[in-house]
Nanobody, 123 residues
Framework: VQLQASGGGLVQTGGSLRLSCAAS????????MGWFRQAPGEEREFVAAISWNGLRIVYGDSVKGRFTISRDNTKNTMFLQMNAMKPEDTAVYYC?????????????????WGQGTLVTVSS
């Protein structure tokens, strides 16, 4: 599975942004997909993950109630809708995939990664 994240940019505090992750190769619809982020000088942080059929979703505590993860298996694409954004959401956002039905939050459990897209939230 090859992943390509896009949609990053500059947004003001309280604004919204939608990230996309396009997948190519086999097995997208069988994979758990996730978003992680890494702020400057910080470790990579789990943001959200979604099961292959979209019925199971897990969010990191810092984004609950503000971010929404979704996927469209007909288009091999995953999305992250980010609302009510805060300066602390500033980071490089990565999409990731794992060939499993089990959602996990540890980055080491995801073998496939996209290149990252930069999100900057101005105060």
């Amino acid at each position: 599975v090859q992943l390509q994240a896009s949609g990053g940019g500059l947004v003001q505090t309280g604004g919204s942004l939608r990230l996309s992750c396009a997948a190519s190769g086999r097995g997208f619809s069988d994979n758990v997909m996730g978003w992680f982020r890494q702020a400057p000088g910080e470790e990579r942080e789990f943001v959200a993950a979604i099961s292959w059929n979209g019925l199971r979703i897990v969010y990191g505590d810092s984004v609950k109630g503000r971010f929404t993860i979704s996927r469209d298996n007909t288009k091999n694409t995953m999305f992250l809708q980010m609302n009510a954004m805060k300066p602390e959401d500033t980071a490089v956002y990565y999409c990731a995939a794992r060939a499993s039905s089990l959602i996990v939050t540890f980055e080491n459990e995801y073998p496939y990664w996209g290149q990252g897209t930069l999100v900057t939230v101005s105060s």
